[in-house]
């Protein structure tokens, strides 16, 4: 199972997870989780936990040992039991329903591969100061609260330990006191494309260094946690904090999620507060085993911090696991506040200067000078080739933001022959752009809508101009600096839990990199984001070292403020894109108040249901009592465009008491109503709504706190899993077959069966069926491949293909014969007769028959006095294709015309030698021979003559004997006579 678009062209979106359900076929690695629940669910107390942790260990061996007898090769390659109880396996997919039909198998994951993260590299450059006060860290920090004594996990590309901002070492004594390499400084499981040439590894080679190789991990940690050891230098937002540097990345390429559960497993043995996961997995569900794992970490005792994900340019319900679990505190980002410094180009004939950024993607652009052609009037926006003046070639193309992407509008440029292009704003602020993927580009930068006047005023006044990109700096102000990053993605959760938690300063953000690549860095994500809010974190629990998780993630989200949608500050960005909003760490040191729960999900509300009573309990761990005004906030809400959602006004009724009081060191409860029943007559129809319940305090210096709800209003399971697509004639089957309706397996020939999912689905399944009339379906013949909670694609473009030449999941091939394959998904939540079906044209299976074997020896029935035999003979398959031989159940050589040859070693008396071919349909011939093997002196009987004889010349003597009936041998009968004498013998 890969991405594909049918039609070919573009690239896929940032953020994708294209990767995610390409696992290639034969030996593929699984994670096989068992009945019982992990320890942590059932004995968190270690006097128990010794006893039950042997009970899985237990139920691990048995059914490992049960897929041995089921014929499983299976490698086990790790036993989860402390947060996740199950497996990591490798074997055949063919094996997948034997295995999961064993007793005390709860469910088989694919092990998916989990893409190293790859945040924006940013031309621009603020400060990591704006960051920190942004989440109230810095005034923290004067108040003494820096994170003393927290121990806070780093899971990623590991840590440059060596950074003086980091500590300038490893182990006992310096910040980063521990950590472990799972997979060593080769491991790269992807392909050669990713890993370099003859560099594909997927072999984990453990050690205990867990040295950065890539720059990732330190630059997170620098984040959480760095102190700076120069004026120069990056001080983060707990600059006390130890450290633990958990490398599950190699130099290059993935990893896989089972390597994230055991990382998980040793972080907790550790003894961690907090641990920050700046990895994910788009469009999951949220009941991966990544995410089961972590929400038995924060049930264990430790703070879970997950980026949410980078895929918000592909619309709704695009977050990641383990972000998206029920209990870790998943991070969208906003972008950092503060001018940003920026590359400068120059106007050669005035010397007017503009800032300029190049866009991802795009080869480097400093150095590059010409002259530059705007588009005319009418066709500025170079949406297509005939844009482009036929002057443009070899010169700099100016070009307008809007309609179409940037990479079309590059990749225009250059087939209009621009060397270059630079793309101005339509709005206020510099183009922070990306082409979307790699490719062949021209340089390709963004400008301010300033600069762009500003060029295009000196073309009307000069008429030609030409400008030069250099590699100085200068400053330019981010318009989108306190709101939400574009990057960032959406909620909901597939089962419409409100995600992300929070947001967090994510865009543009300097922090430390690995010594050898420069110390320090700028990048953009939700990787970044991320560890601000483990920092804030580890700043809560420096100061009140007995907080639970669920109280950390309270504080914060109680705290938070919610951001503003863009520029226009009557308007807040929609809850389902940045939670409970930006936190405040020192409001959450001060507060005395909190509320629980500290966010409410709404999940569906459909026709007359459309009502909810939610009950907020407020804490009071103070001293006097505060009462707070309850009022709202209402987020923008979103259509239910999944790929596109356009945003909109409105929301749901919030009513309840106007005030409440929380006395000291007690409690108070507060009764809510959330009504959405006005919403069924909204423009935007079937949407995403969503808000803050807000308690203000009436006197003193208690911060104000909020509790964010979210919920779907409309019938989500009438939303169609299919049909989303741009094509219009999705699912497709193509015969990639010589004969159209005809596939020879045998020849190379297959079907690919293309389809798109348009939302997360509870399940996909292809099934083959007999052909029956009209080619409807008849009697199933098996299972091609089925999977539960599936993921979307990431947008109406890039679709899914499975390809198919006949084998079934469980390893079978099916014969020749007409068949249809039918297509079944079952929407979000749905029920039976909600499922969505597509059956295929007919495709007409055509095989050859099994392989020819021929045995040329031994004879059947040859009776031998050695101890081996030679077994010879062909194996030709009529397809064309490769033949297994065995002789005895041992695999021999098959020779390129399919000759084969061996020795057997024989026992005494009658020996059975069975000779099998096979071909890679599954189809066999087998040819057995009997060889009989004596190694005993015949015994002979009734001995003629029965004493001496003696001849004369001309006499003759007759010598007869009997031996044990049915022994085959051979006799020599010697007689002794002068040499003088003729010795003739008759038989």
Not at 64 to 90: K, Q
Request: charged fraction near 15%; glycine fraction near 12%.
């Amino acid at each position: 199972m890969a991405w594909a678009r049918p039609c070919g062209g573009g690239a896929a979106a940032e953020g994708g997870a294209g990767g995610i359900l390409a696992q290639p076929a034969g030996v593929q690695r699984w994670i096989v989780e068992l009945a019982r629940p992990p320890v942590v669910e059932v004995a968190p107390r270690a006097s128990a936990a010794d006893g039950y942790r042997r009970q899985l260990l237990d139920d691990h061996r048995q059914v490992v040992e049960a897929m041995r007898r089921a014929g499983v090769d299976v490698e086990v390659h790790h036993a989860f039991t402390t947060l996740f109880n199950g497996l990591a396996v490798s074997f055949s997919a063919e094996h997948l329903p034997r295995v999961a039909a064993l007793p005390g198998v709860k469910r088989v994951w694919p092990d998916l591969k989990v893409p190293r993260p790859s945040p924006v590299q940013s031309g621009a450059s603020p400060q990591m100061d704006y960051t920190r006060d942004m989440i109230g860290a810095g005034q923290a920090h004067q108040h003494g609260y820096k994170g003393q004594g927290v121990f806070v996990a780093v899971m990623d590309t590991g840590i440059d330990y060596n950074h003086p901002d980091l500590g300038g070492g490893f182990g006992p004594g310096y910040r980063v006191i521990t950590g472990y390499d799972f997979v060593g400084d080769t491991f790269c499981p992807d392909d050669e494309d990713t890993c370099g040439v003859d560099k594909v590894d997927d072999v984990p080679k453990p050690d205990d260094d867990p040295m950065d190789q890539h720059g990732h991990g330190t630059h997170v940690a620098g984040i959480i946690g760095a102190s700076a050891a120069s004026p120069a230098g990056v001080t983060g937002v707990a600059p006390e904090v130890t450290f633990g540097a958990y490398k599950v990345f190699g130099p290059a390429g993935s990893t896989f999620s089972s390597i994230m559960i055991e990382a998980m497993e040793r972080v907790l043995a550790d003894g961690a507060d907090v641990l920050n996961m700046s990895i994910g997995a788009a469009y999951a569900w949220p009941d991966y085993p990544t995410a089961v794992a972590a929400d038995n970490l924060v049930d264990a005792g430790v703070v879970v911090v997950a980026s949410i994900g980078n895929s918000g340019a592909t619309g709704l319900f695009s977050t990641g696991a383990p972000g998206n679990a029920a209990k870790v505190i998943g991070v969208a980002s906003v972008d950092s506040l503060g001018p940003f410094e920026v590359n400068a180009g120059r106007v050669d004939q005035t010397g007017d200067t503009f800032g300029y950024v190049a866009m991802d993607f795009s080869p480097a652009a400093a150095g590059v000078s010409g002259v530059l052609v705007a588009l005319p009037a009418g066709a500025q926006e170079g949406c297509a080739v005939t844009d482009f003046p036929a002057g443009v070639a070899g010169k700099i193309a100016l070009i307008r933001r809007g309609t179409c992407t940037f990479q079309e509008k590059s990749l225009n440029a250059k087939a209009a022959g621009a060397m270059a292009a630079i793309i101005y704003n339509n709005a206020p602020g510099v183009v922070l752009g990306t082409l979307g993927s790699e490719g062949d580009y021209i340089p390709t930068v963004g400008i301010s809508q300033a600069a762009g006047d500003l060029l295009l005023g000196l073309l009307d006044q000069h008429g030609t101009i030409s400008v030069t990109l250099t590699e100085e700096r200068s400053f330019e102000e981010n318009p989108n600096a306190g709101f939400t990053s574009p990057f960032s993605s959406w909620g909901l959760t597939p089962d419409l839990a409100l995600k992300p938690d929070l947001t967090a300063p994510g865009g543009n953000v300097r922090s430390t990199y690995p010594l050898d690549r420069g110390g320090y860095a700028y990048l953009s994500g939700t990787s970044m984001s991320s560890p601000h809010v483990a920092g804030a974190a580890a700043l809560l629990l420096g100061a009140d070292p007995t907080l639970t998780p669920d109280q950390v993630r309270r504080l914060l989200m109680n705290t938070s403020a919610p951001v503003a949608f863009g520029a226009n500050l009557a308007f807040l960005e929609a809850v389902h894109r940045q939670g409970a909003g930006l936190p405040n760490v020192w409001a959450g040191l001060n507060t005395p108040v909190t509320v629980s729960p500290a966010k409410v999900s709404l999940g569906e509300l459909q026709g007359d249901d459309a009502v909810r009573q939610v009950t907020l309990t407020l804490s009071n761990a103070g001293s006097e009592p505060v009462t707070y005004e309850i009022g709202d906030d209402l987020g923008l809400i979103t259509d239910f465009d999944v790929f596109a959602p356009s945003l909109w006004t409105g929301g749901a009724q919030v009513s309840g008491p106007p005030s409440v009081t929380v006395p000291p060191g007690g409690t108070a409860t507060v009764q809510i109503t959330v009504d959405a029943s006005h919403l069924d007559q909204h423009p935007a129809g079937d949407l995403i709504f969503g808000g803050w319940i807000v308690f203000s305090p009436t006197g003193g210096d208690a911060p104000v706190l909020r509790v964010p709800y979210a919920g779907f209003r409309g019938d989500f399971q009438s939303r169609p899993v299919l049909g989303h697509d741009v094509y219009g004639f999705l699912p497709l089957l193509d015969y990639v077959s010589e004969t159209p309706g005809v596939i020879r397996p045998d020849q190379g020939e297959y079907v690919d069966i293309y389809f798109h999912i348009g939302i997360q689905p509870e399940y996909v399944r292809f099934t083959a069926h007999e052909a029956g009339p009209g080619g409807a379906p008849g009697d199933p013949a098996g299972v091609i491949y089925e999977d539960q909670h599936f993921i979307r694609s990431p947008d109406p473009q890039l679709v899914f293909v499975l390809s198919w030449a006949g084998e079934l999941m469980n390893g079978g091939h099916l014969p020749s014969g007409d068949y249809v394959v039918v297509f079944e998904t079952l929407r979000p939540g749905g029920t039976p007769d909600q499922v969505e079906s597509w059956v295929s044209p007919v495709v007409s299976i055509r095989r050859a028959g099994p392989p020819v074997l021929t045995l040329t020896e031994p004879e059947d029935g040859l009776v031998t006095r050695m101890e081996t035999v030679q077994v010879s003979g062909t194996a030709v398959d009529p397809g064309g294709g490769p033949v297994t031989v065995r002789v005895n159940g041992e695999e021999v050589a098959v020779g390129a015309d399919g000759s084969f040859s061996t020795r057997v070693v024989l026992d005494e008396g009658a020996n059975q030698i069975t000779v099998v071919a096979a071909n890679q349909r599954g189809l066999t011939a087998q040819e057995t021979r009997t060889v009989y093997a004596d190694w005993t002196a015949p015994v002979l009987q009734n001995l003629e003559p029965s004493s001496d004889v003696t001849l004369r010349w001309g006499e003759s003597v007759v010598v007869r004997f009997t031996s044990e009936p049915g022994l085959h041998a051979a006799y020599d009968v010697i007689i002794a006579a002068p040499a003088c004498v003729n010795q003739r013998l008759q038989a």
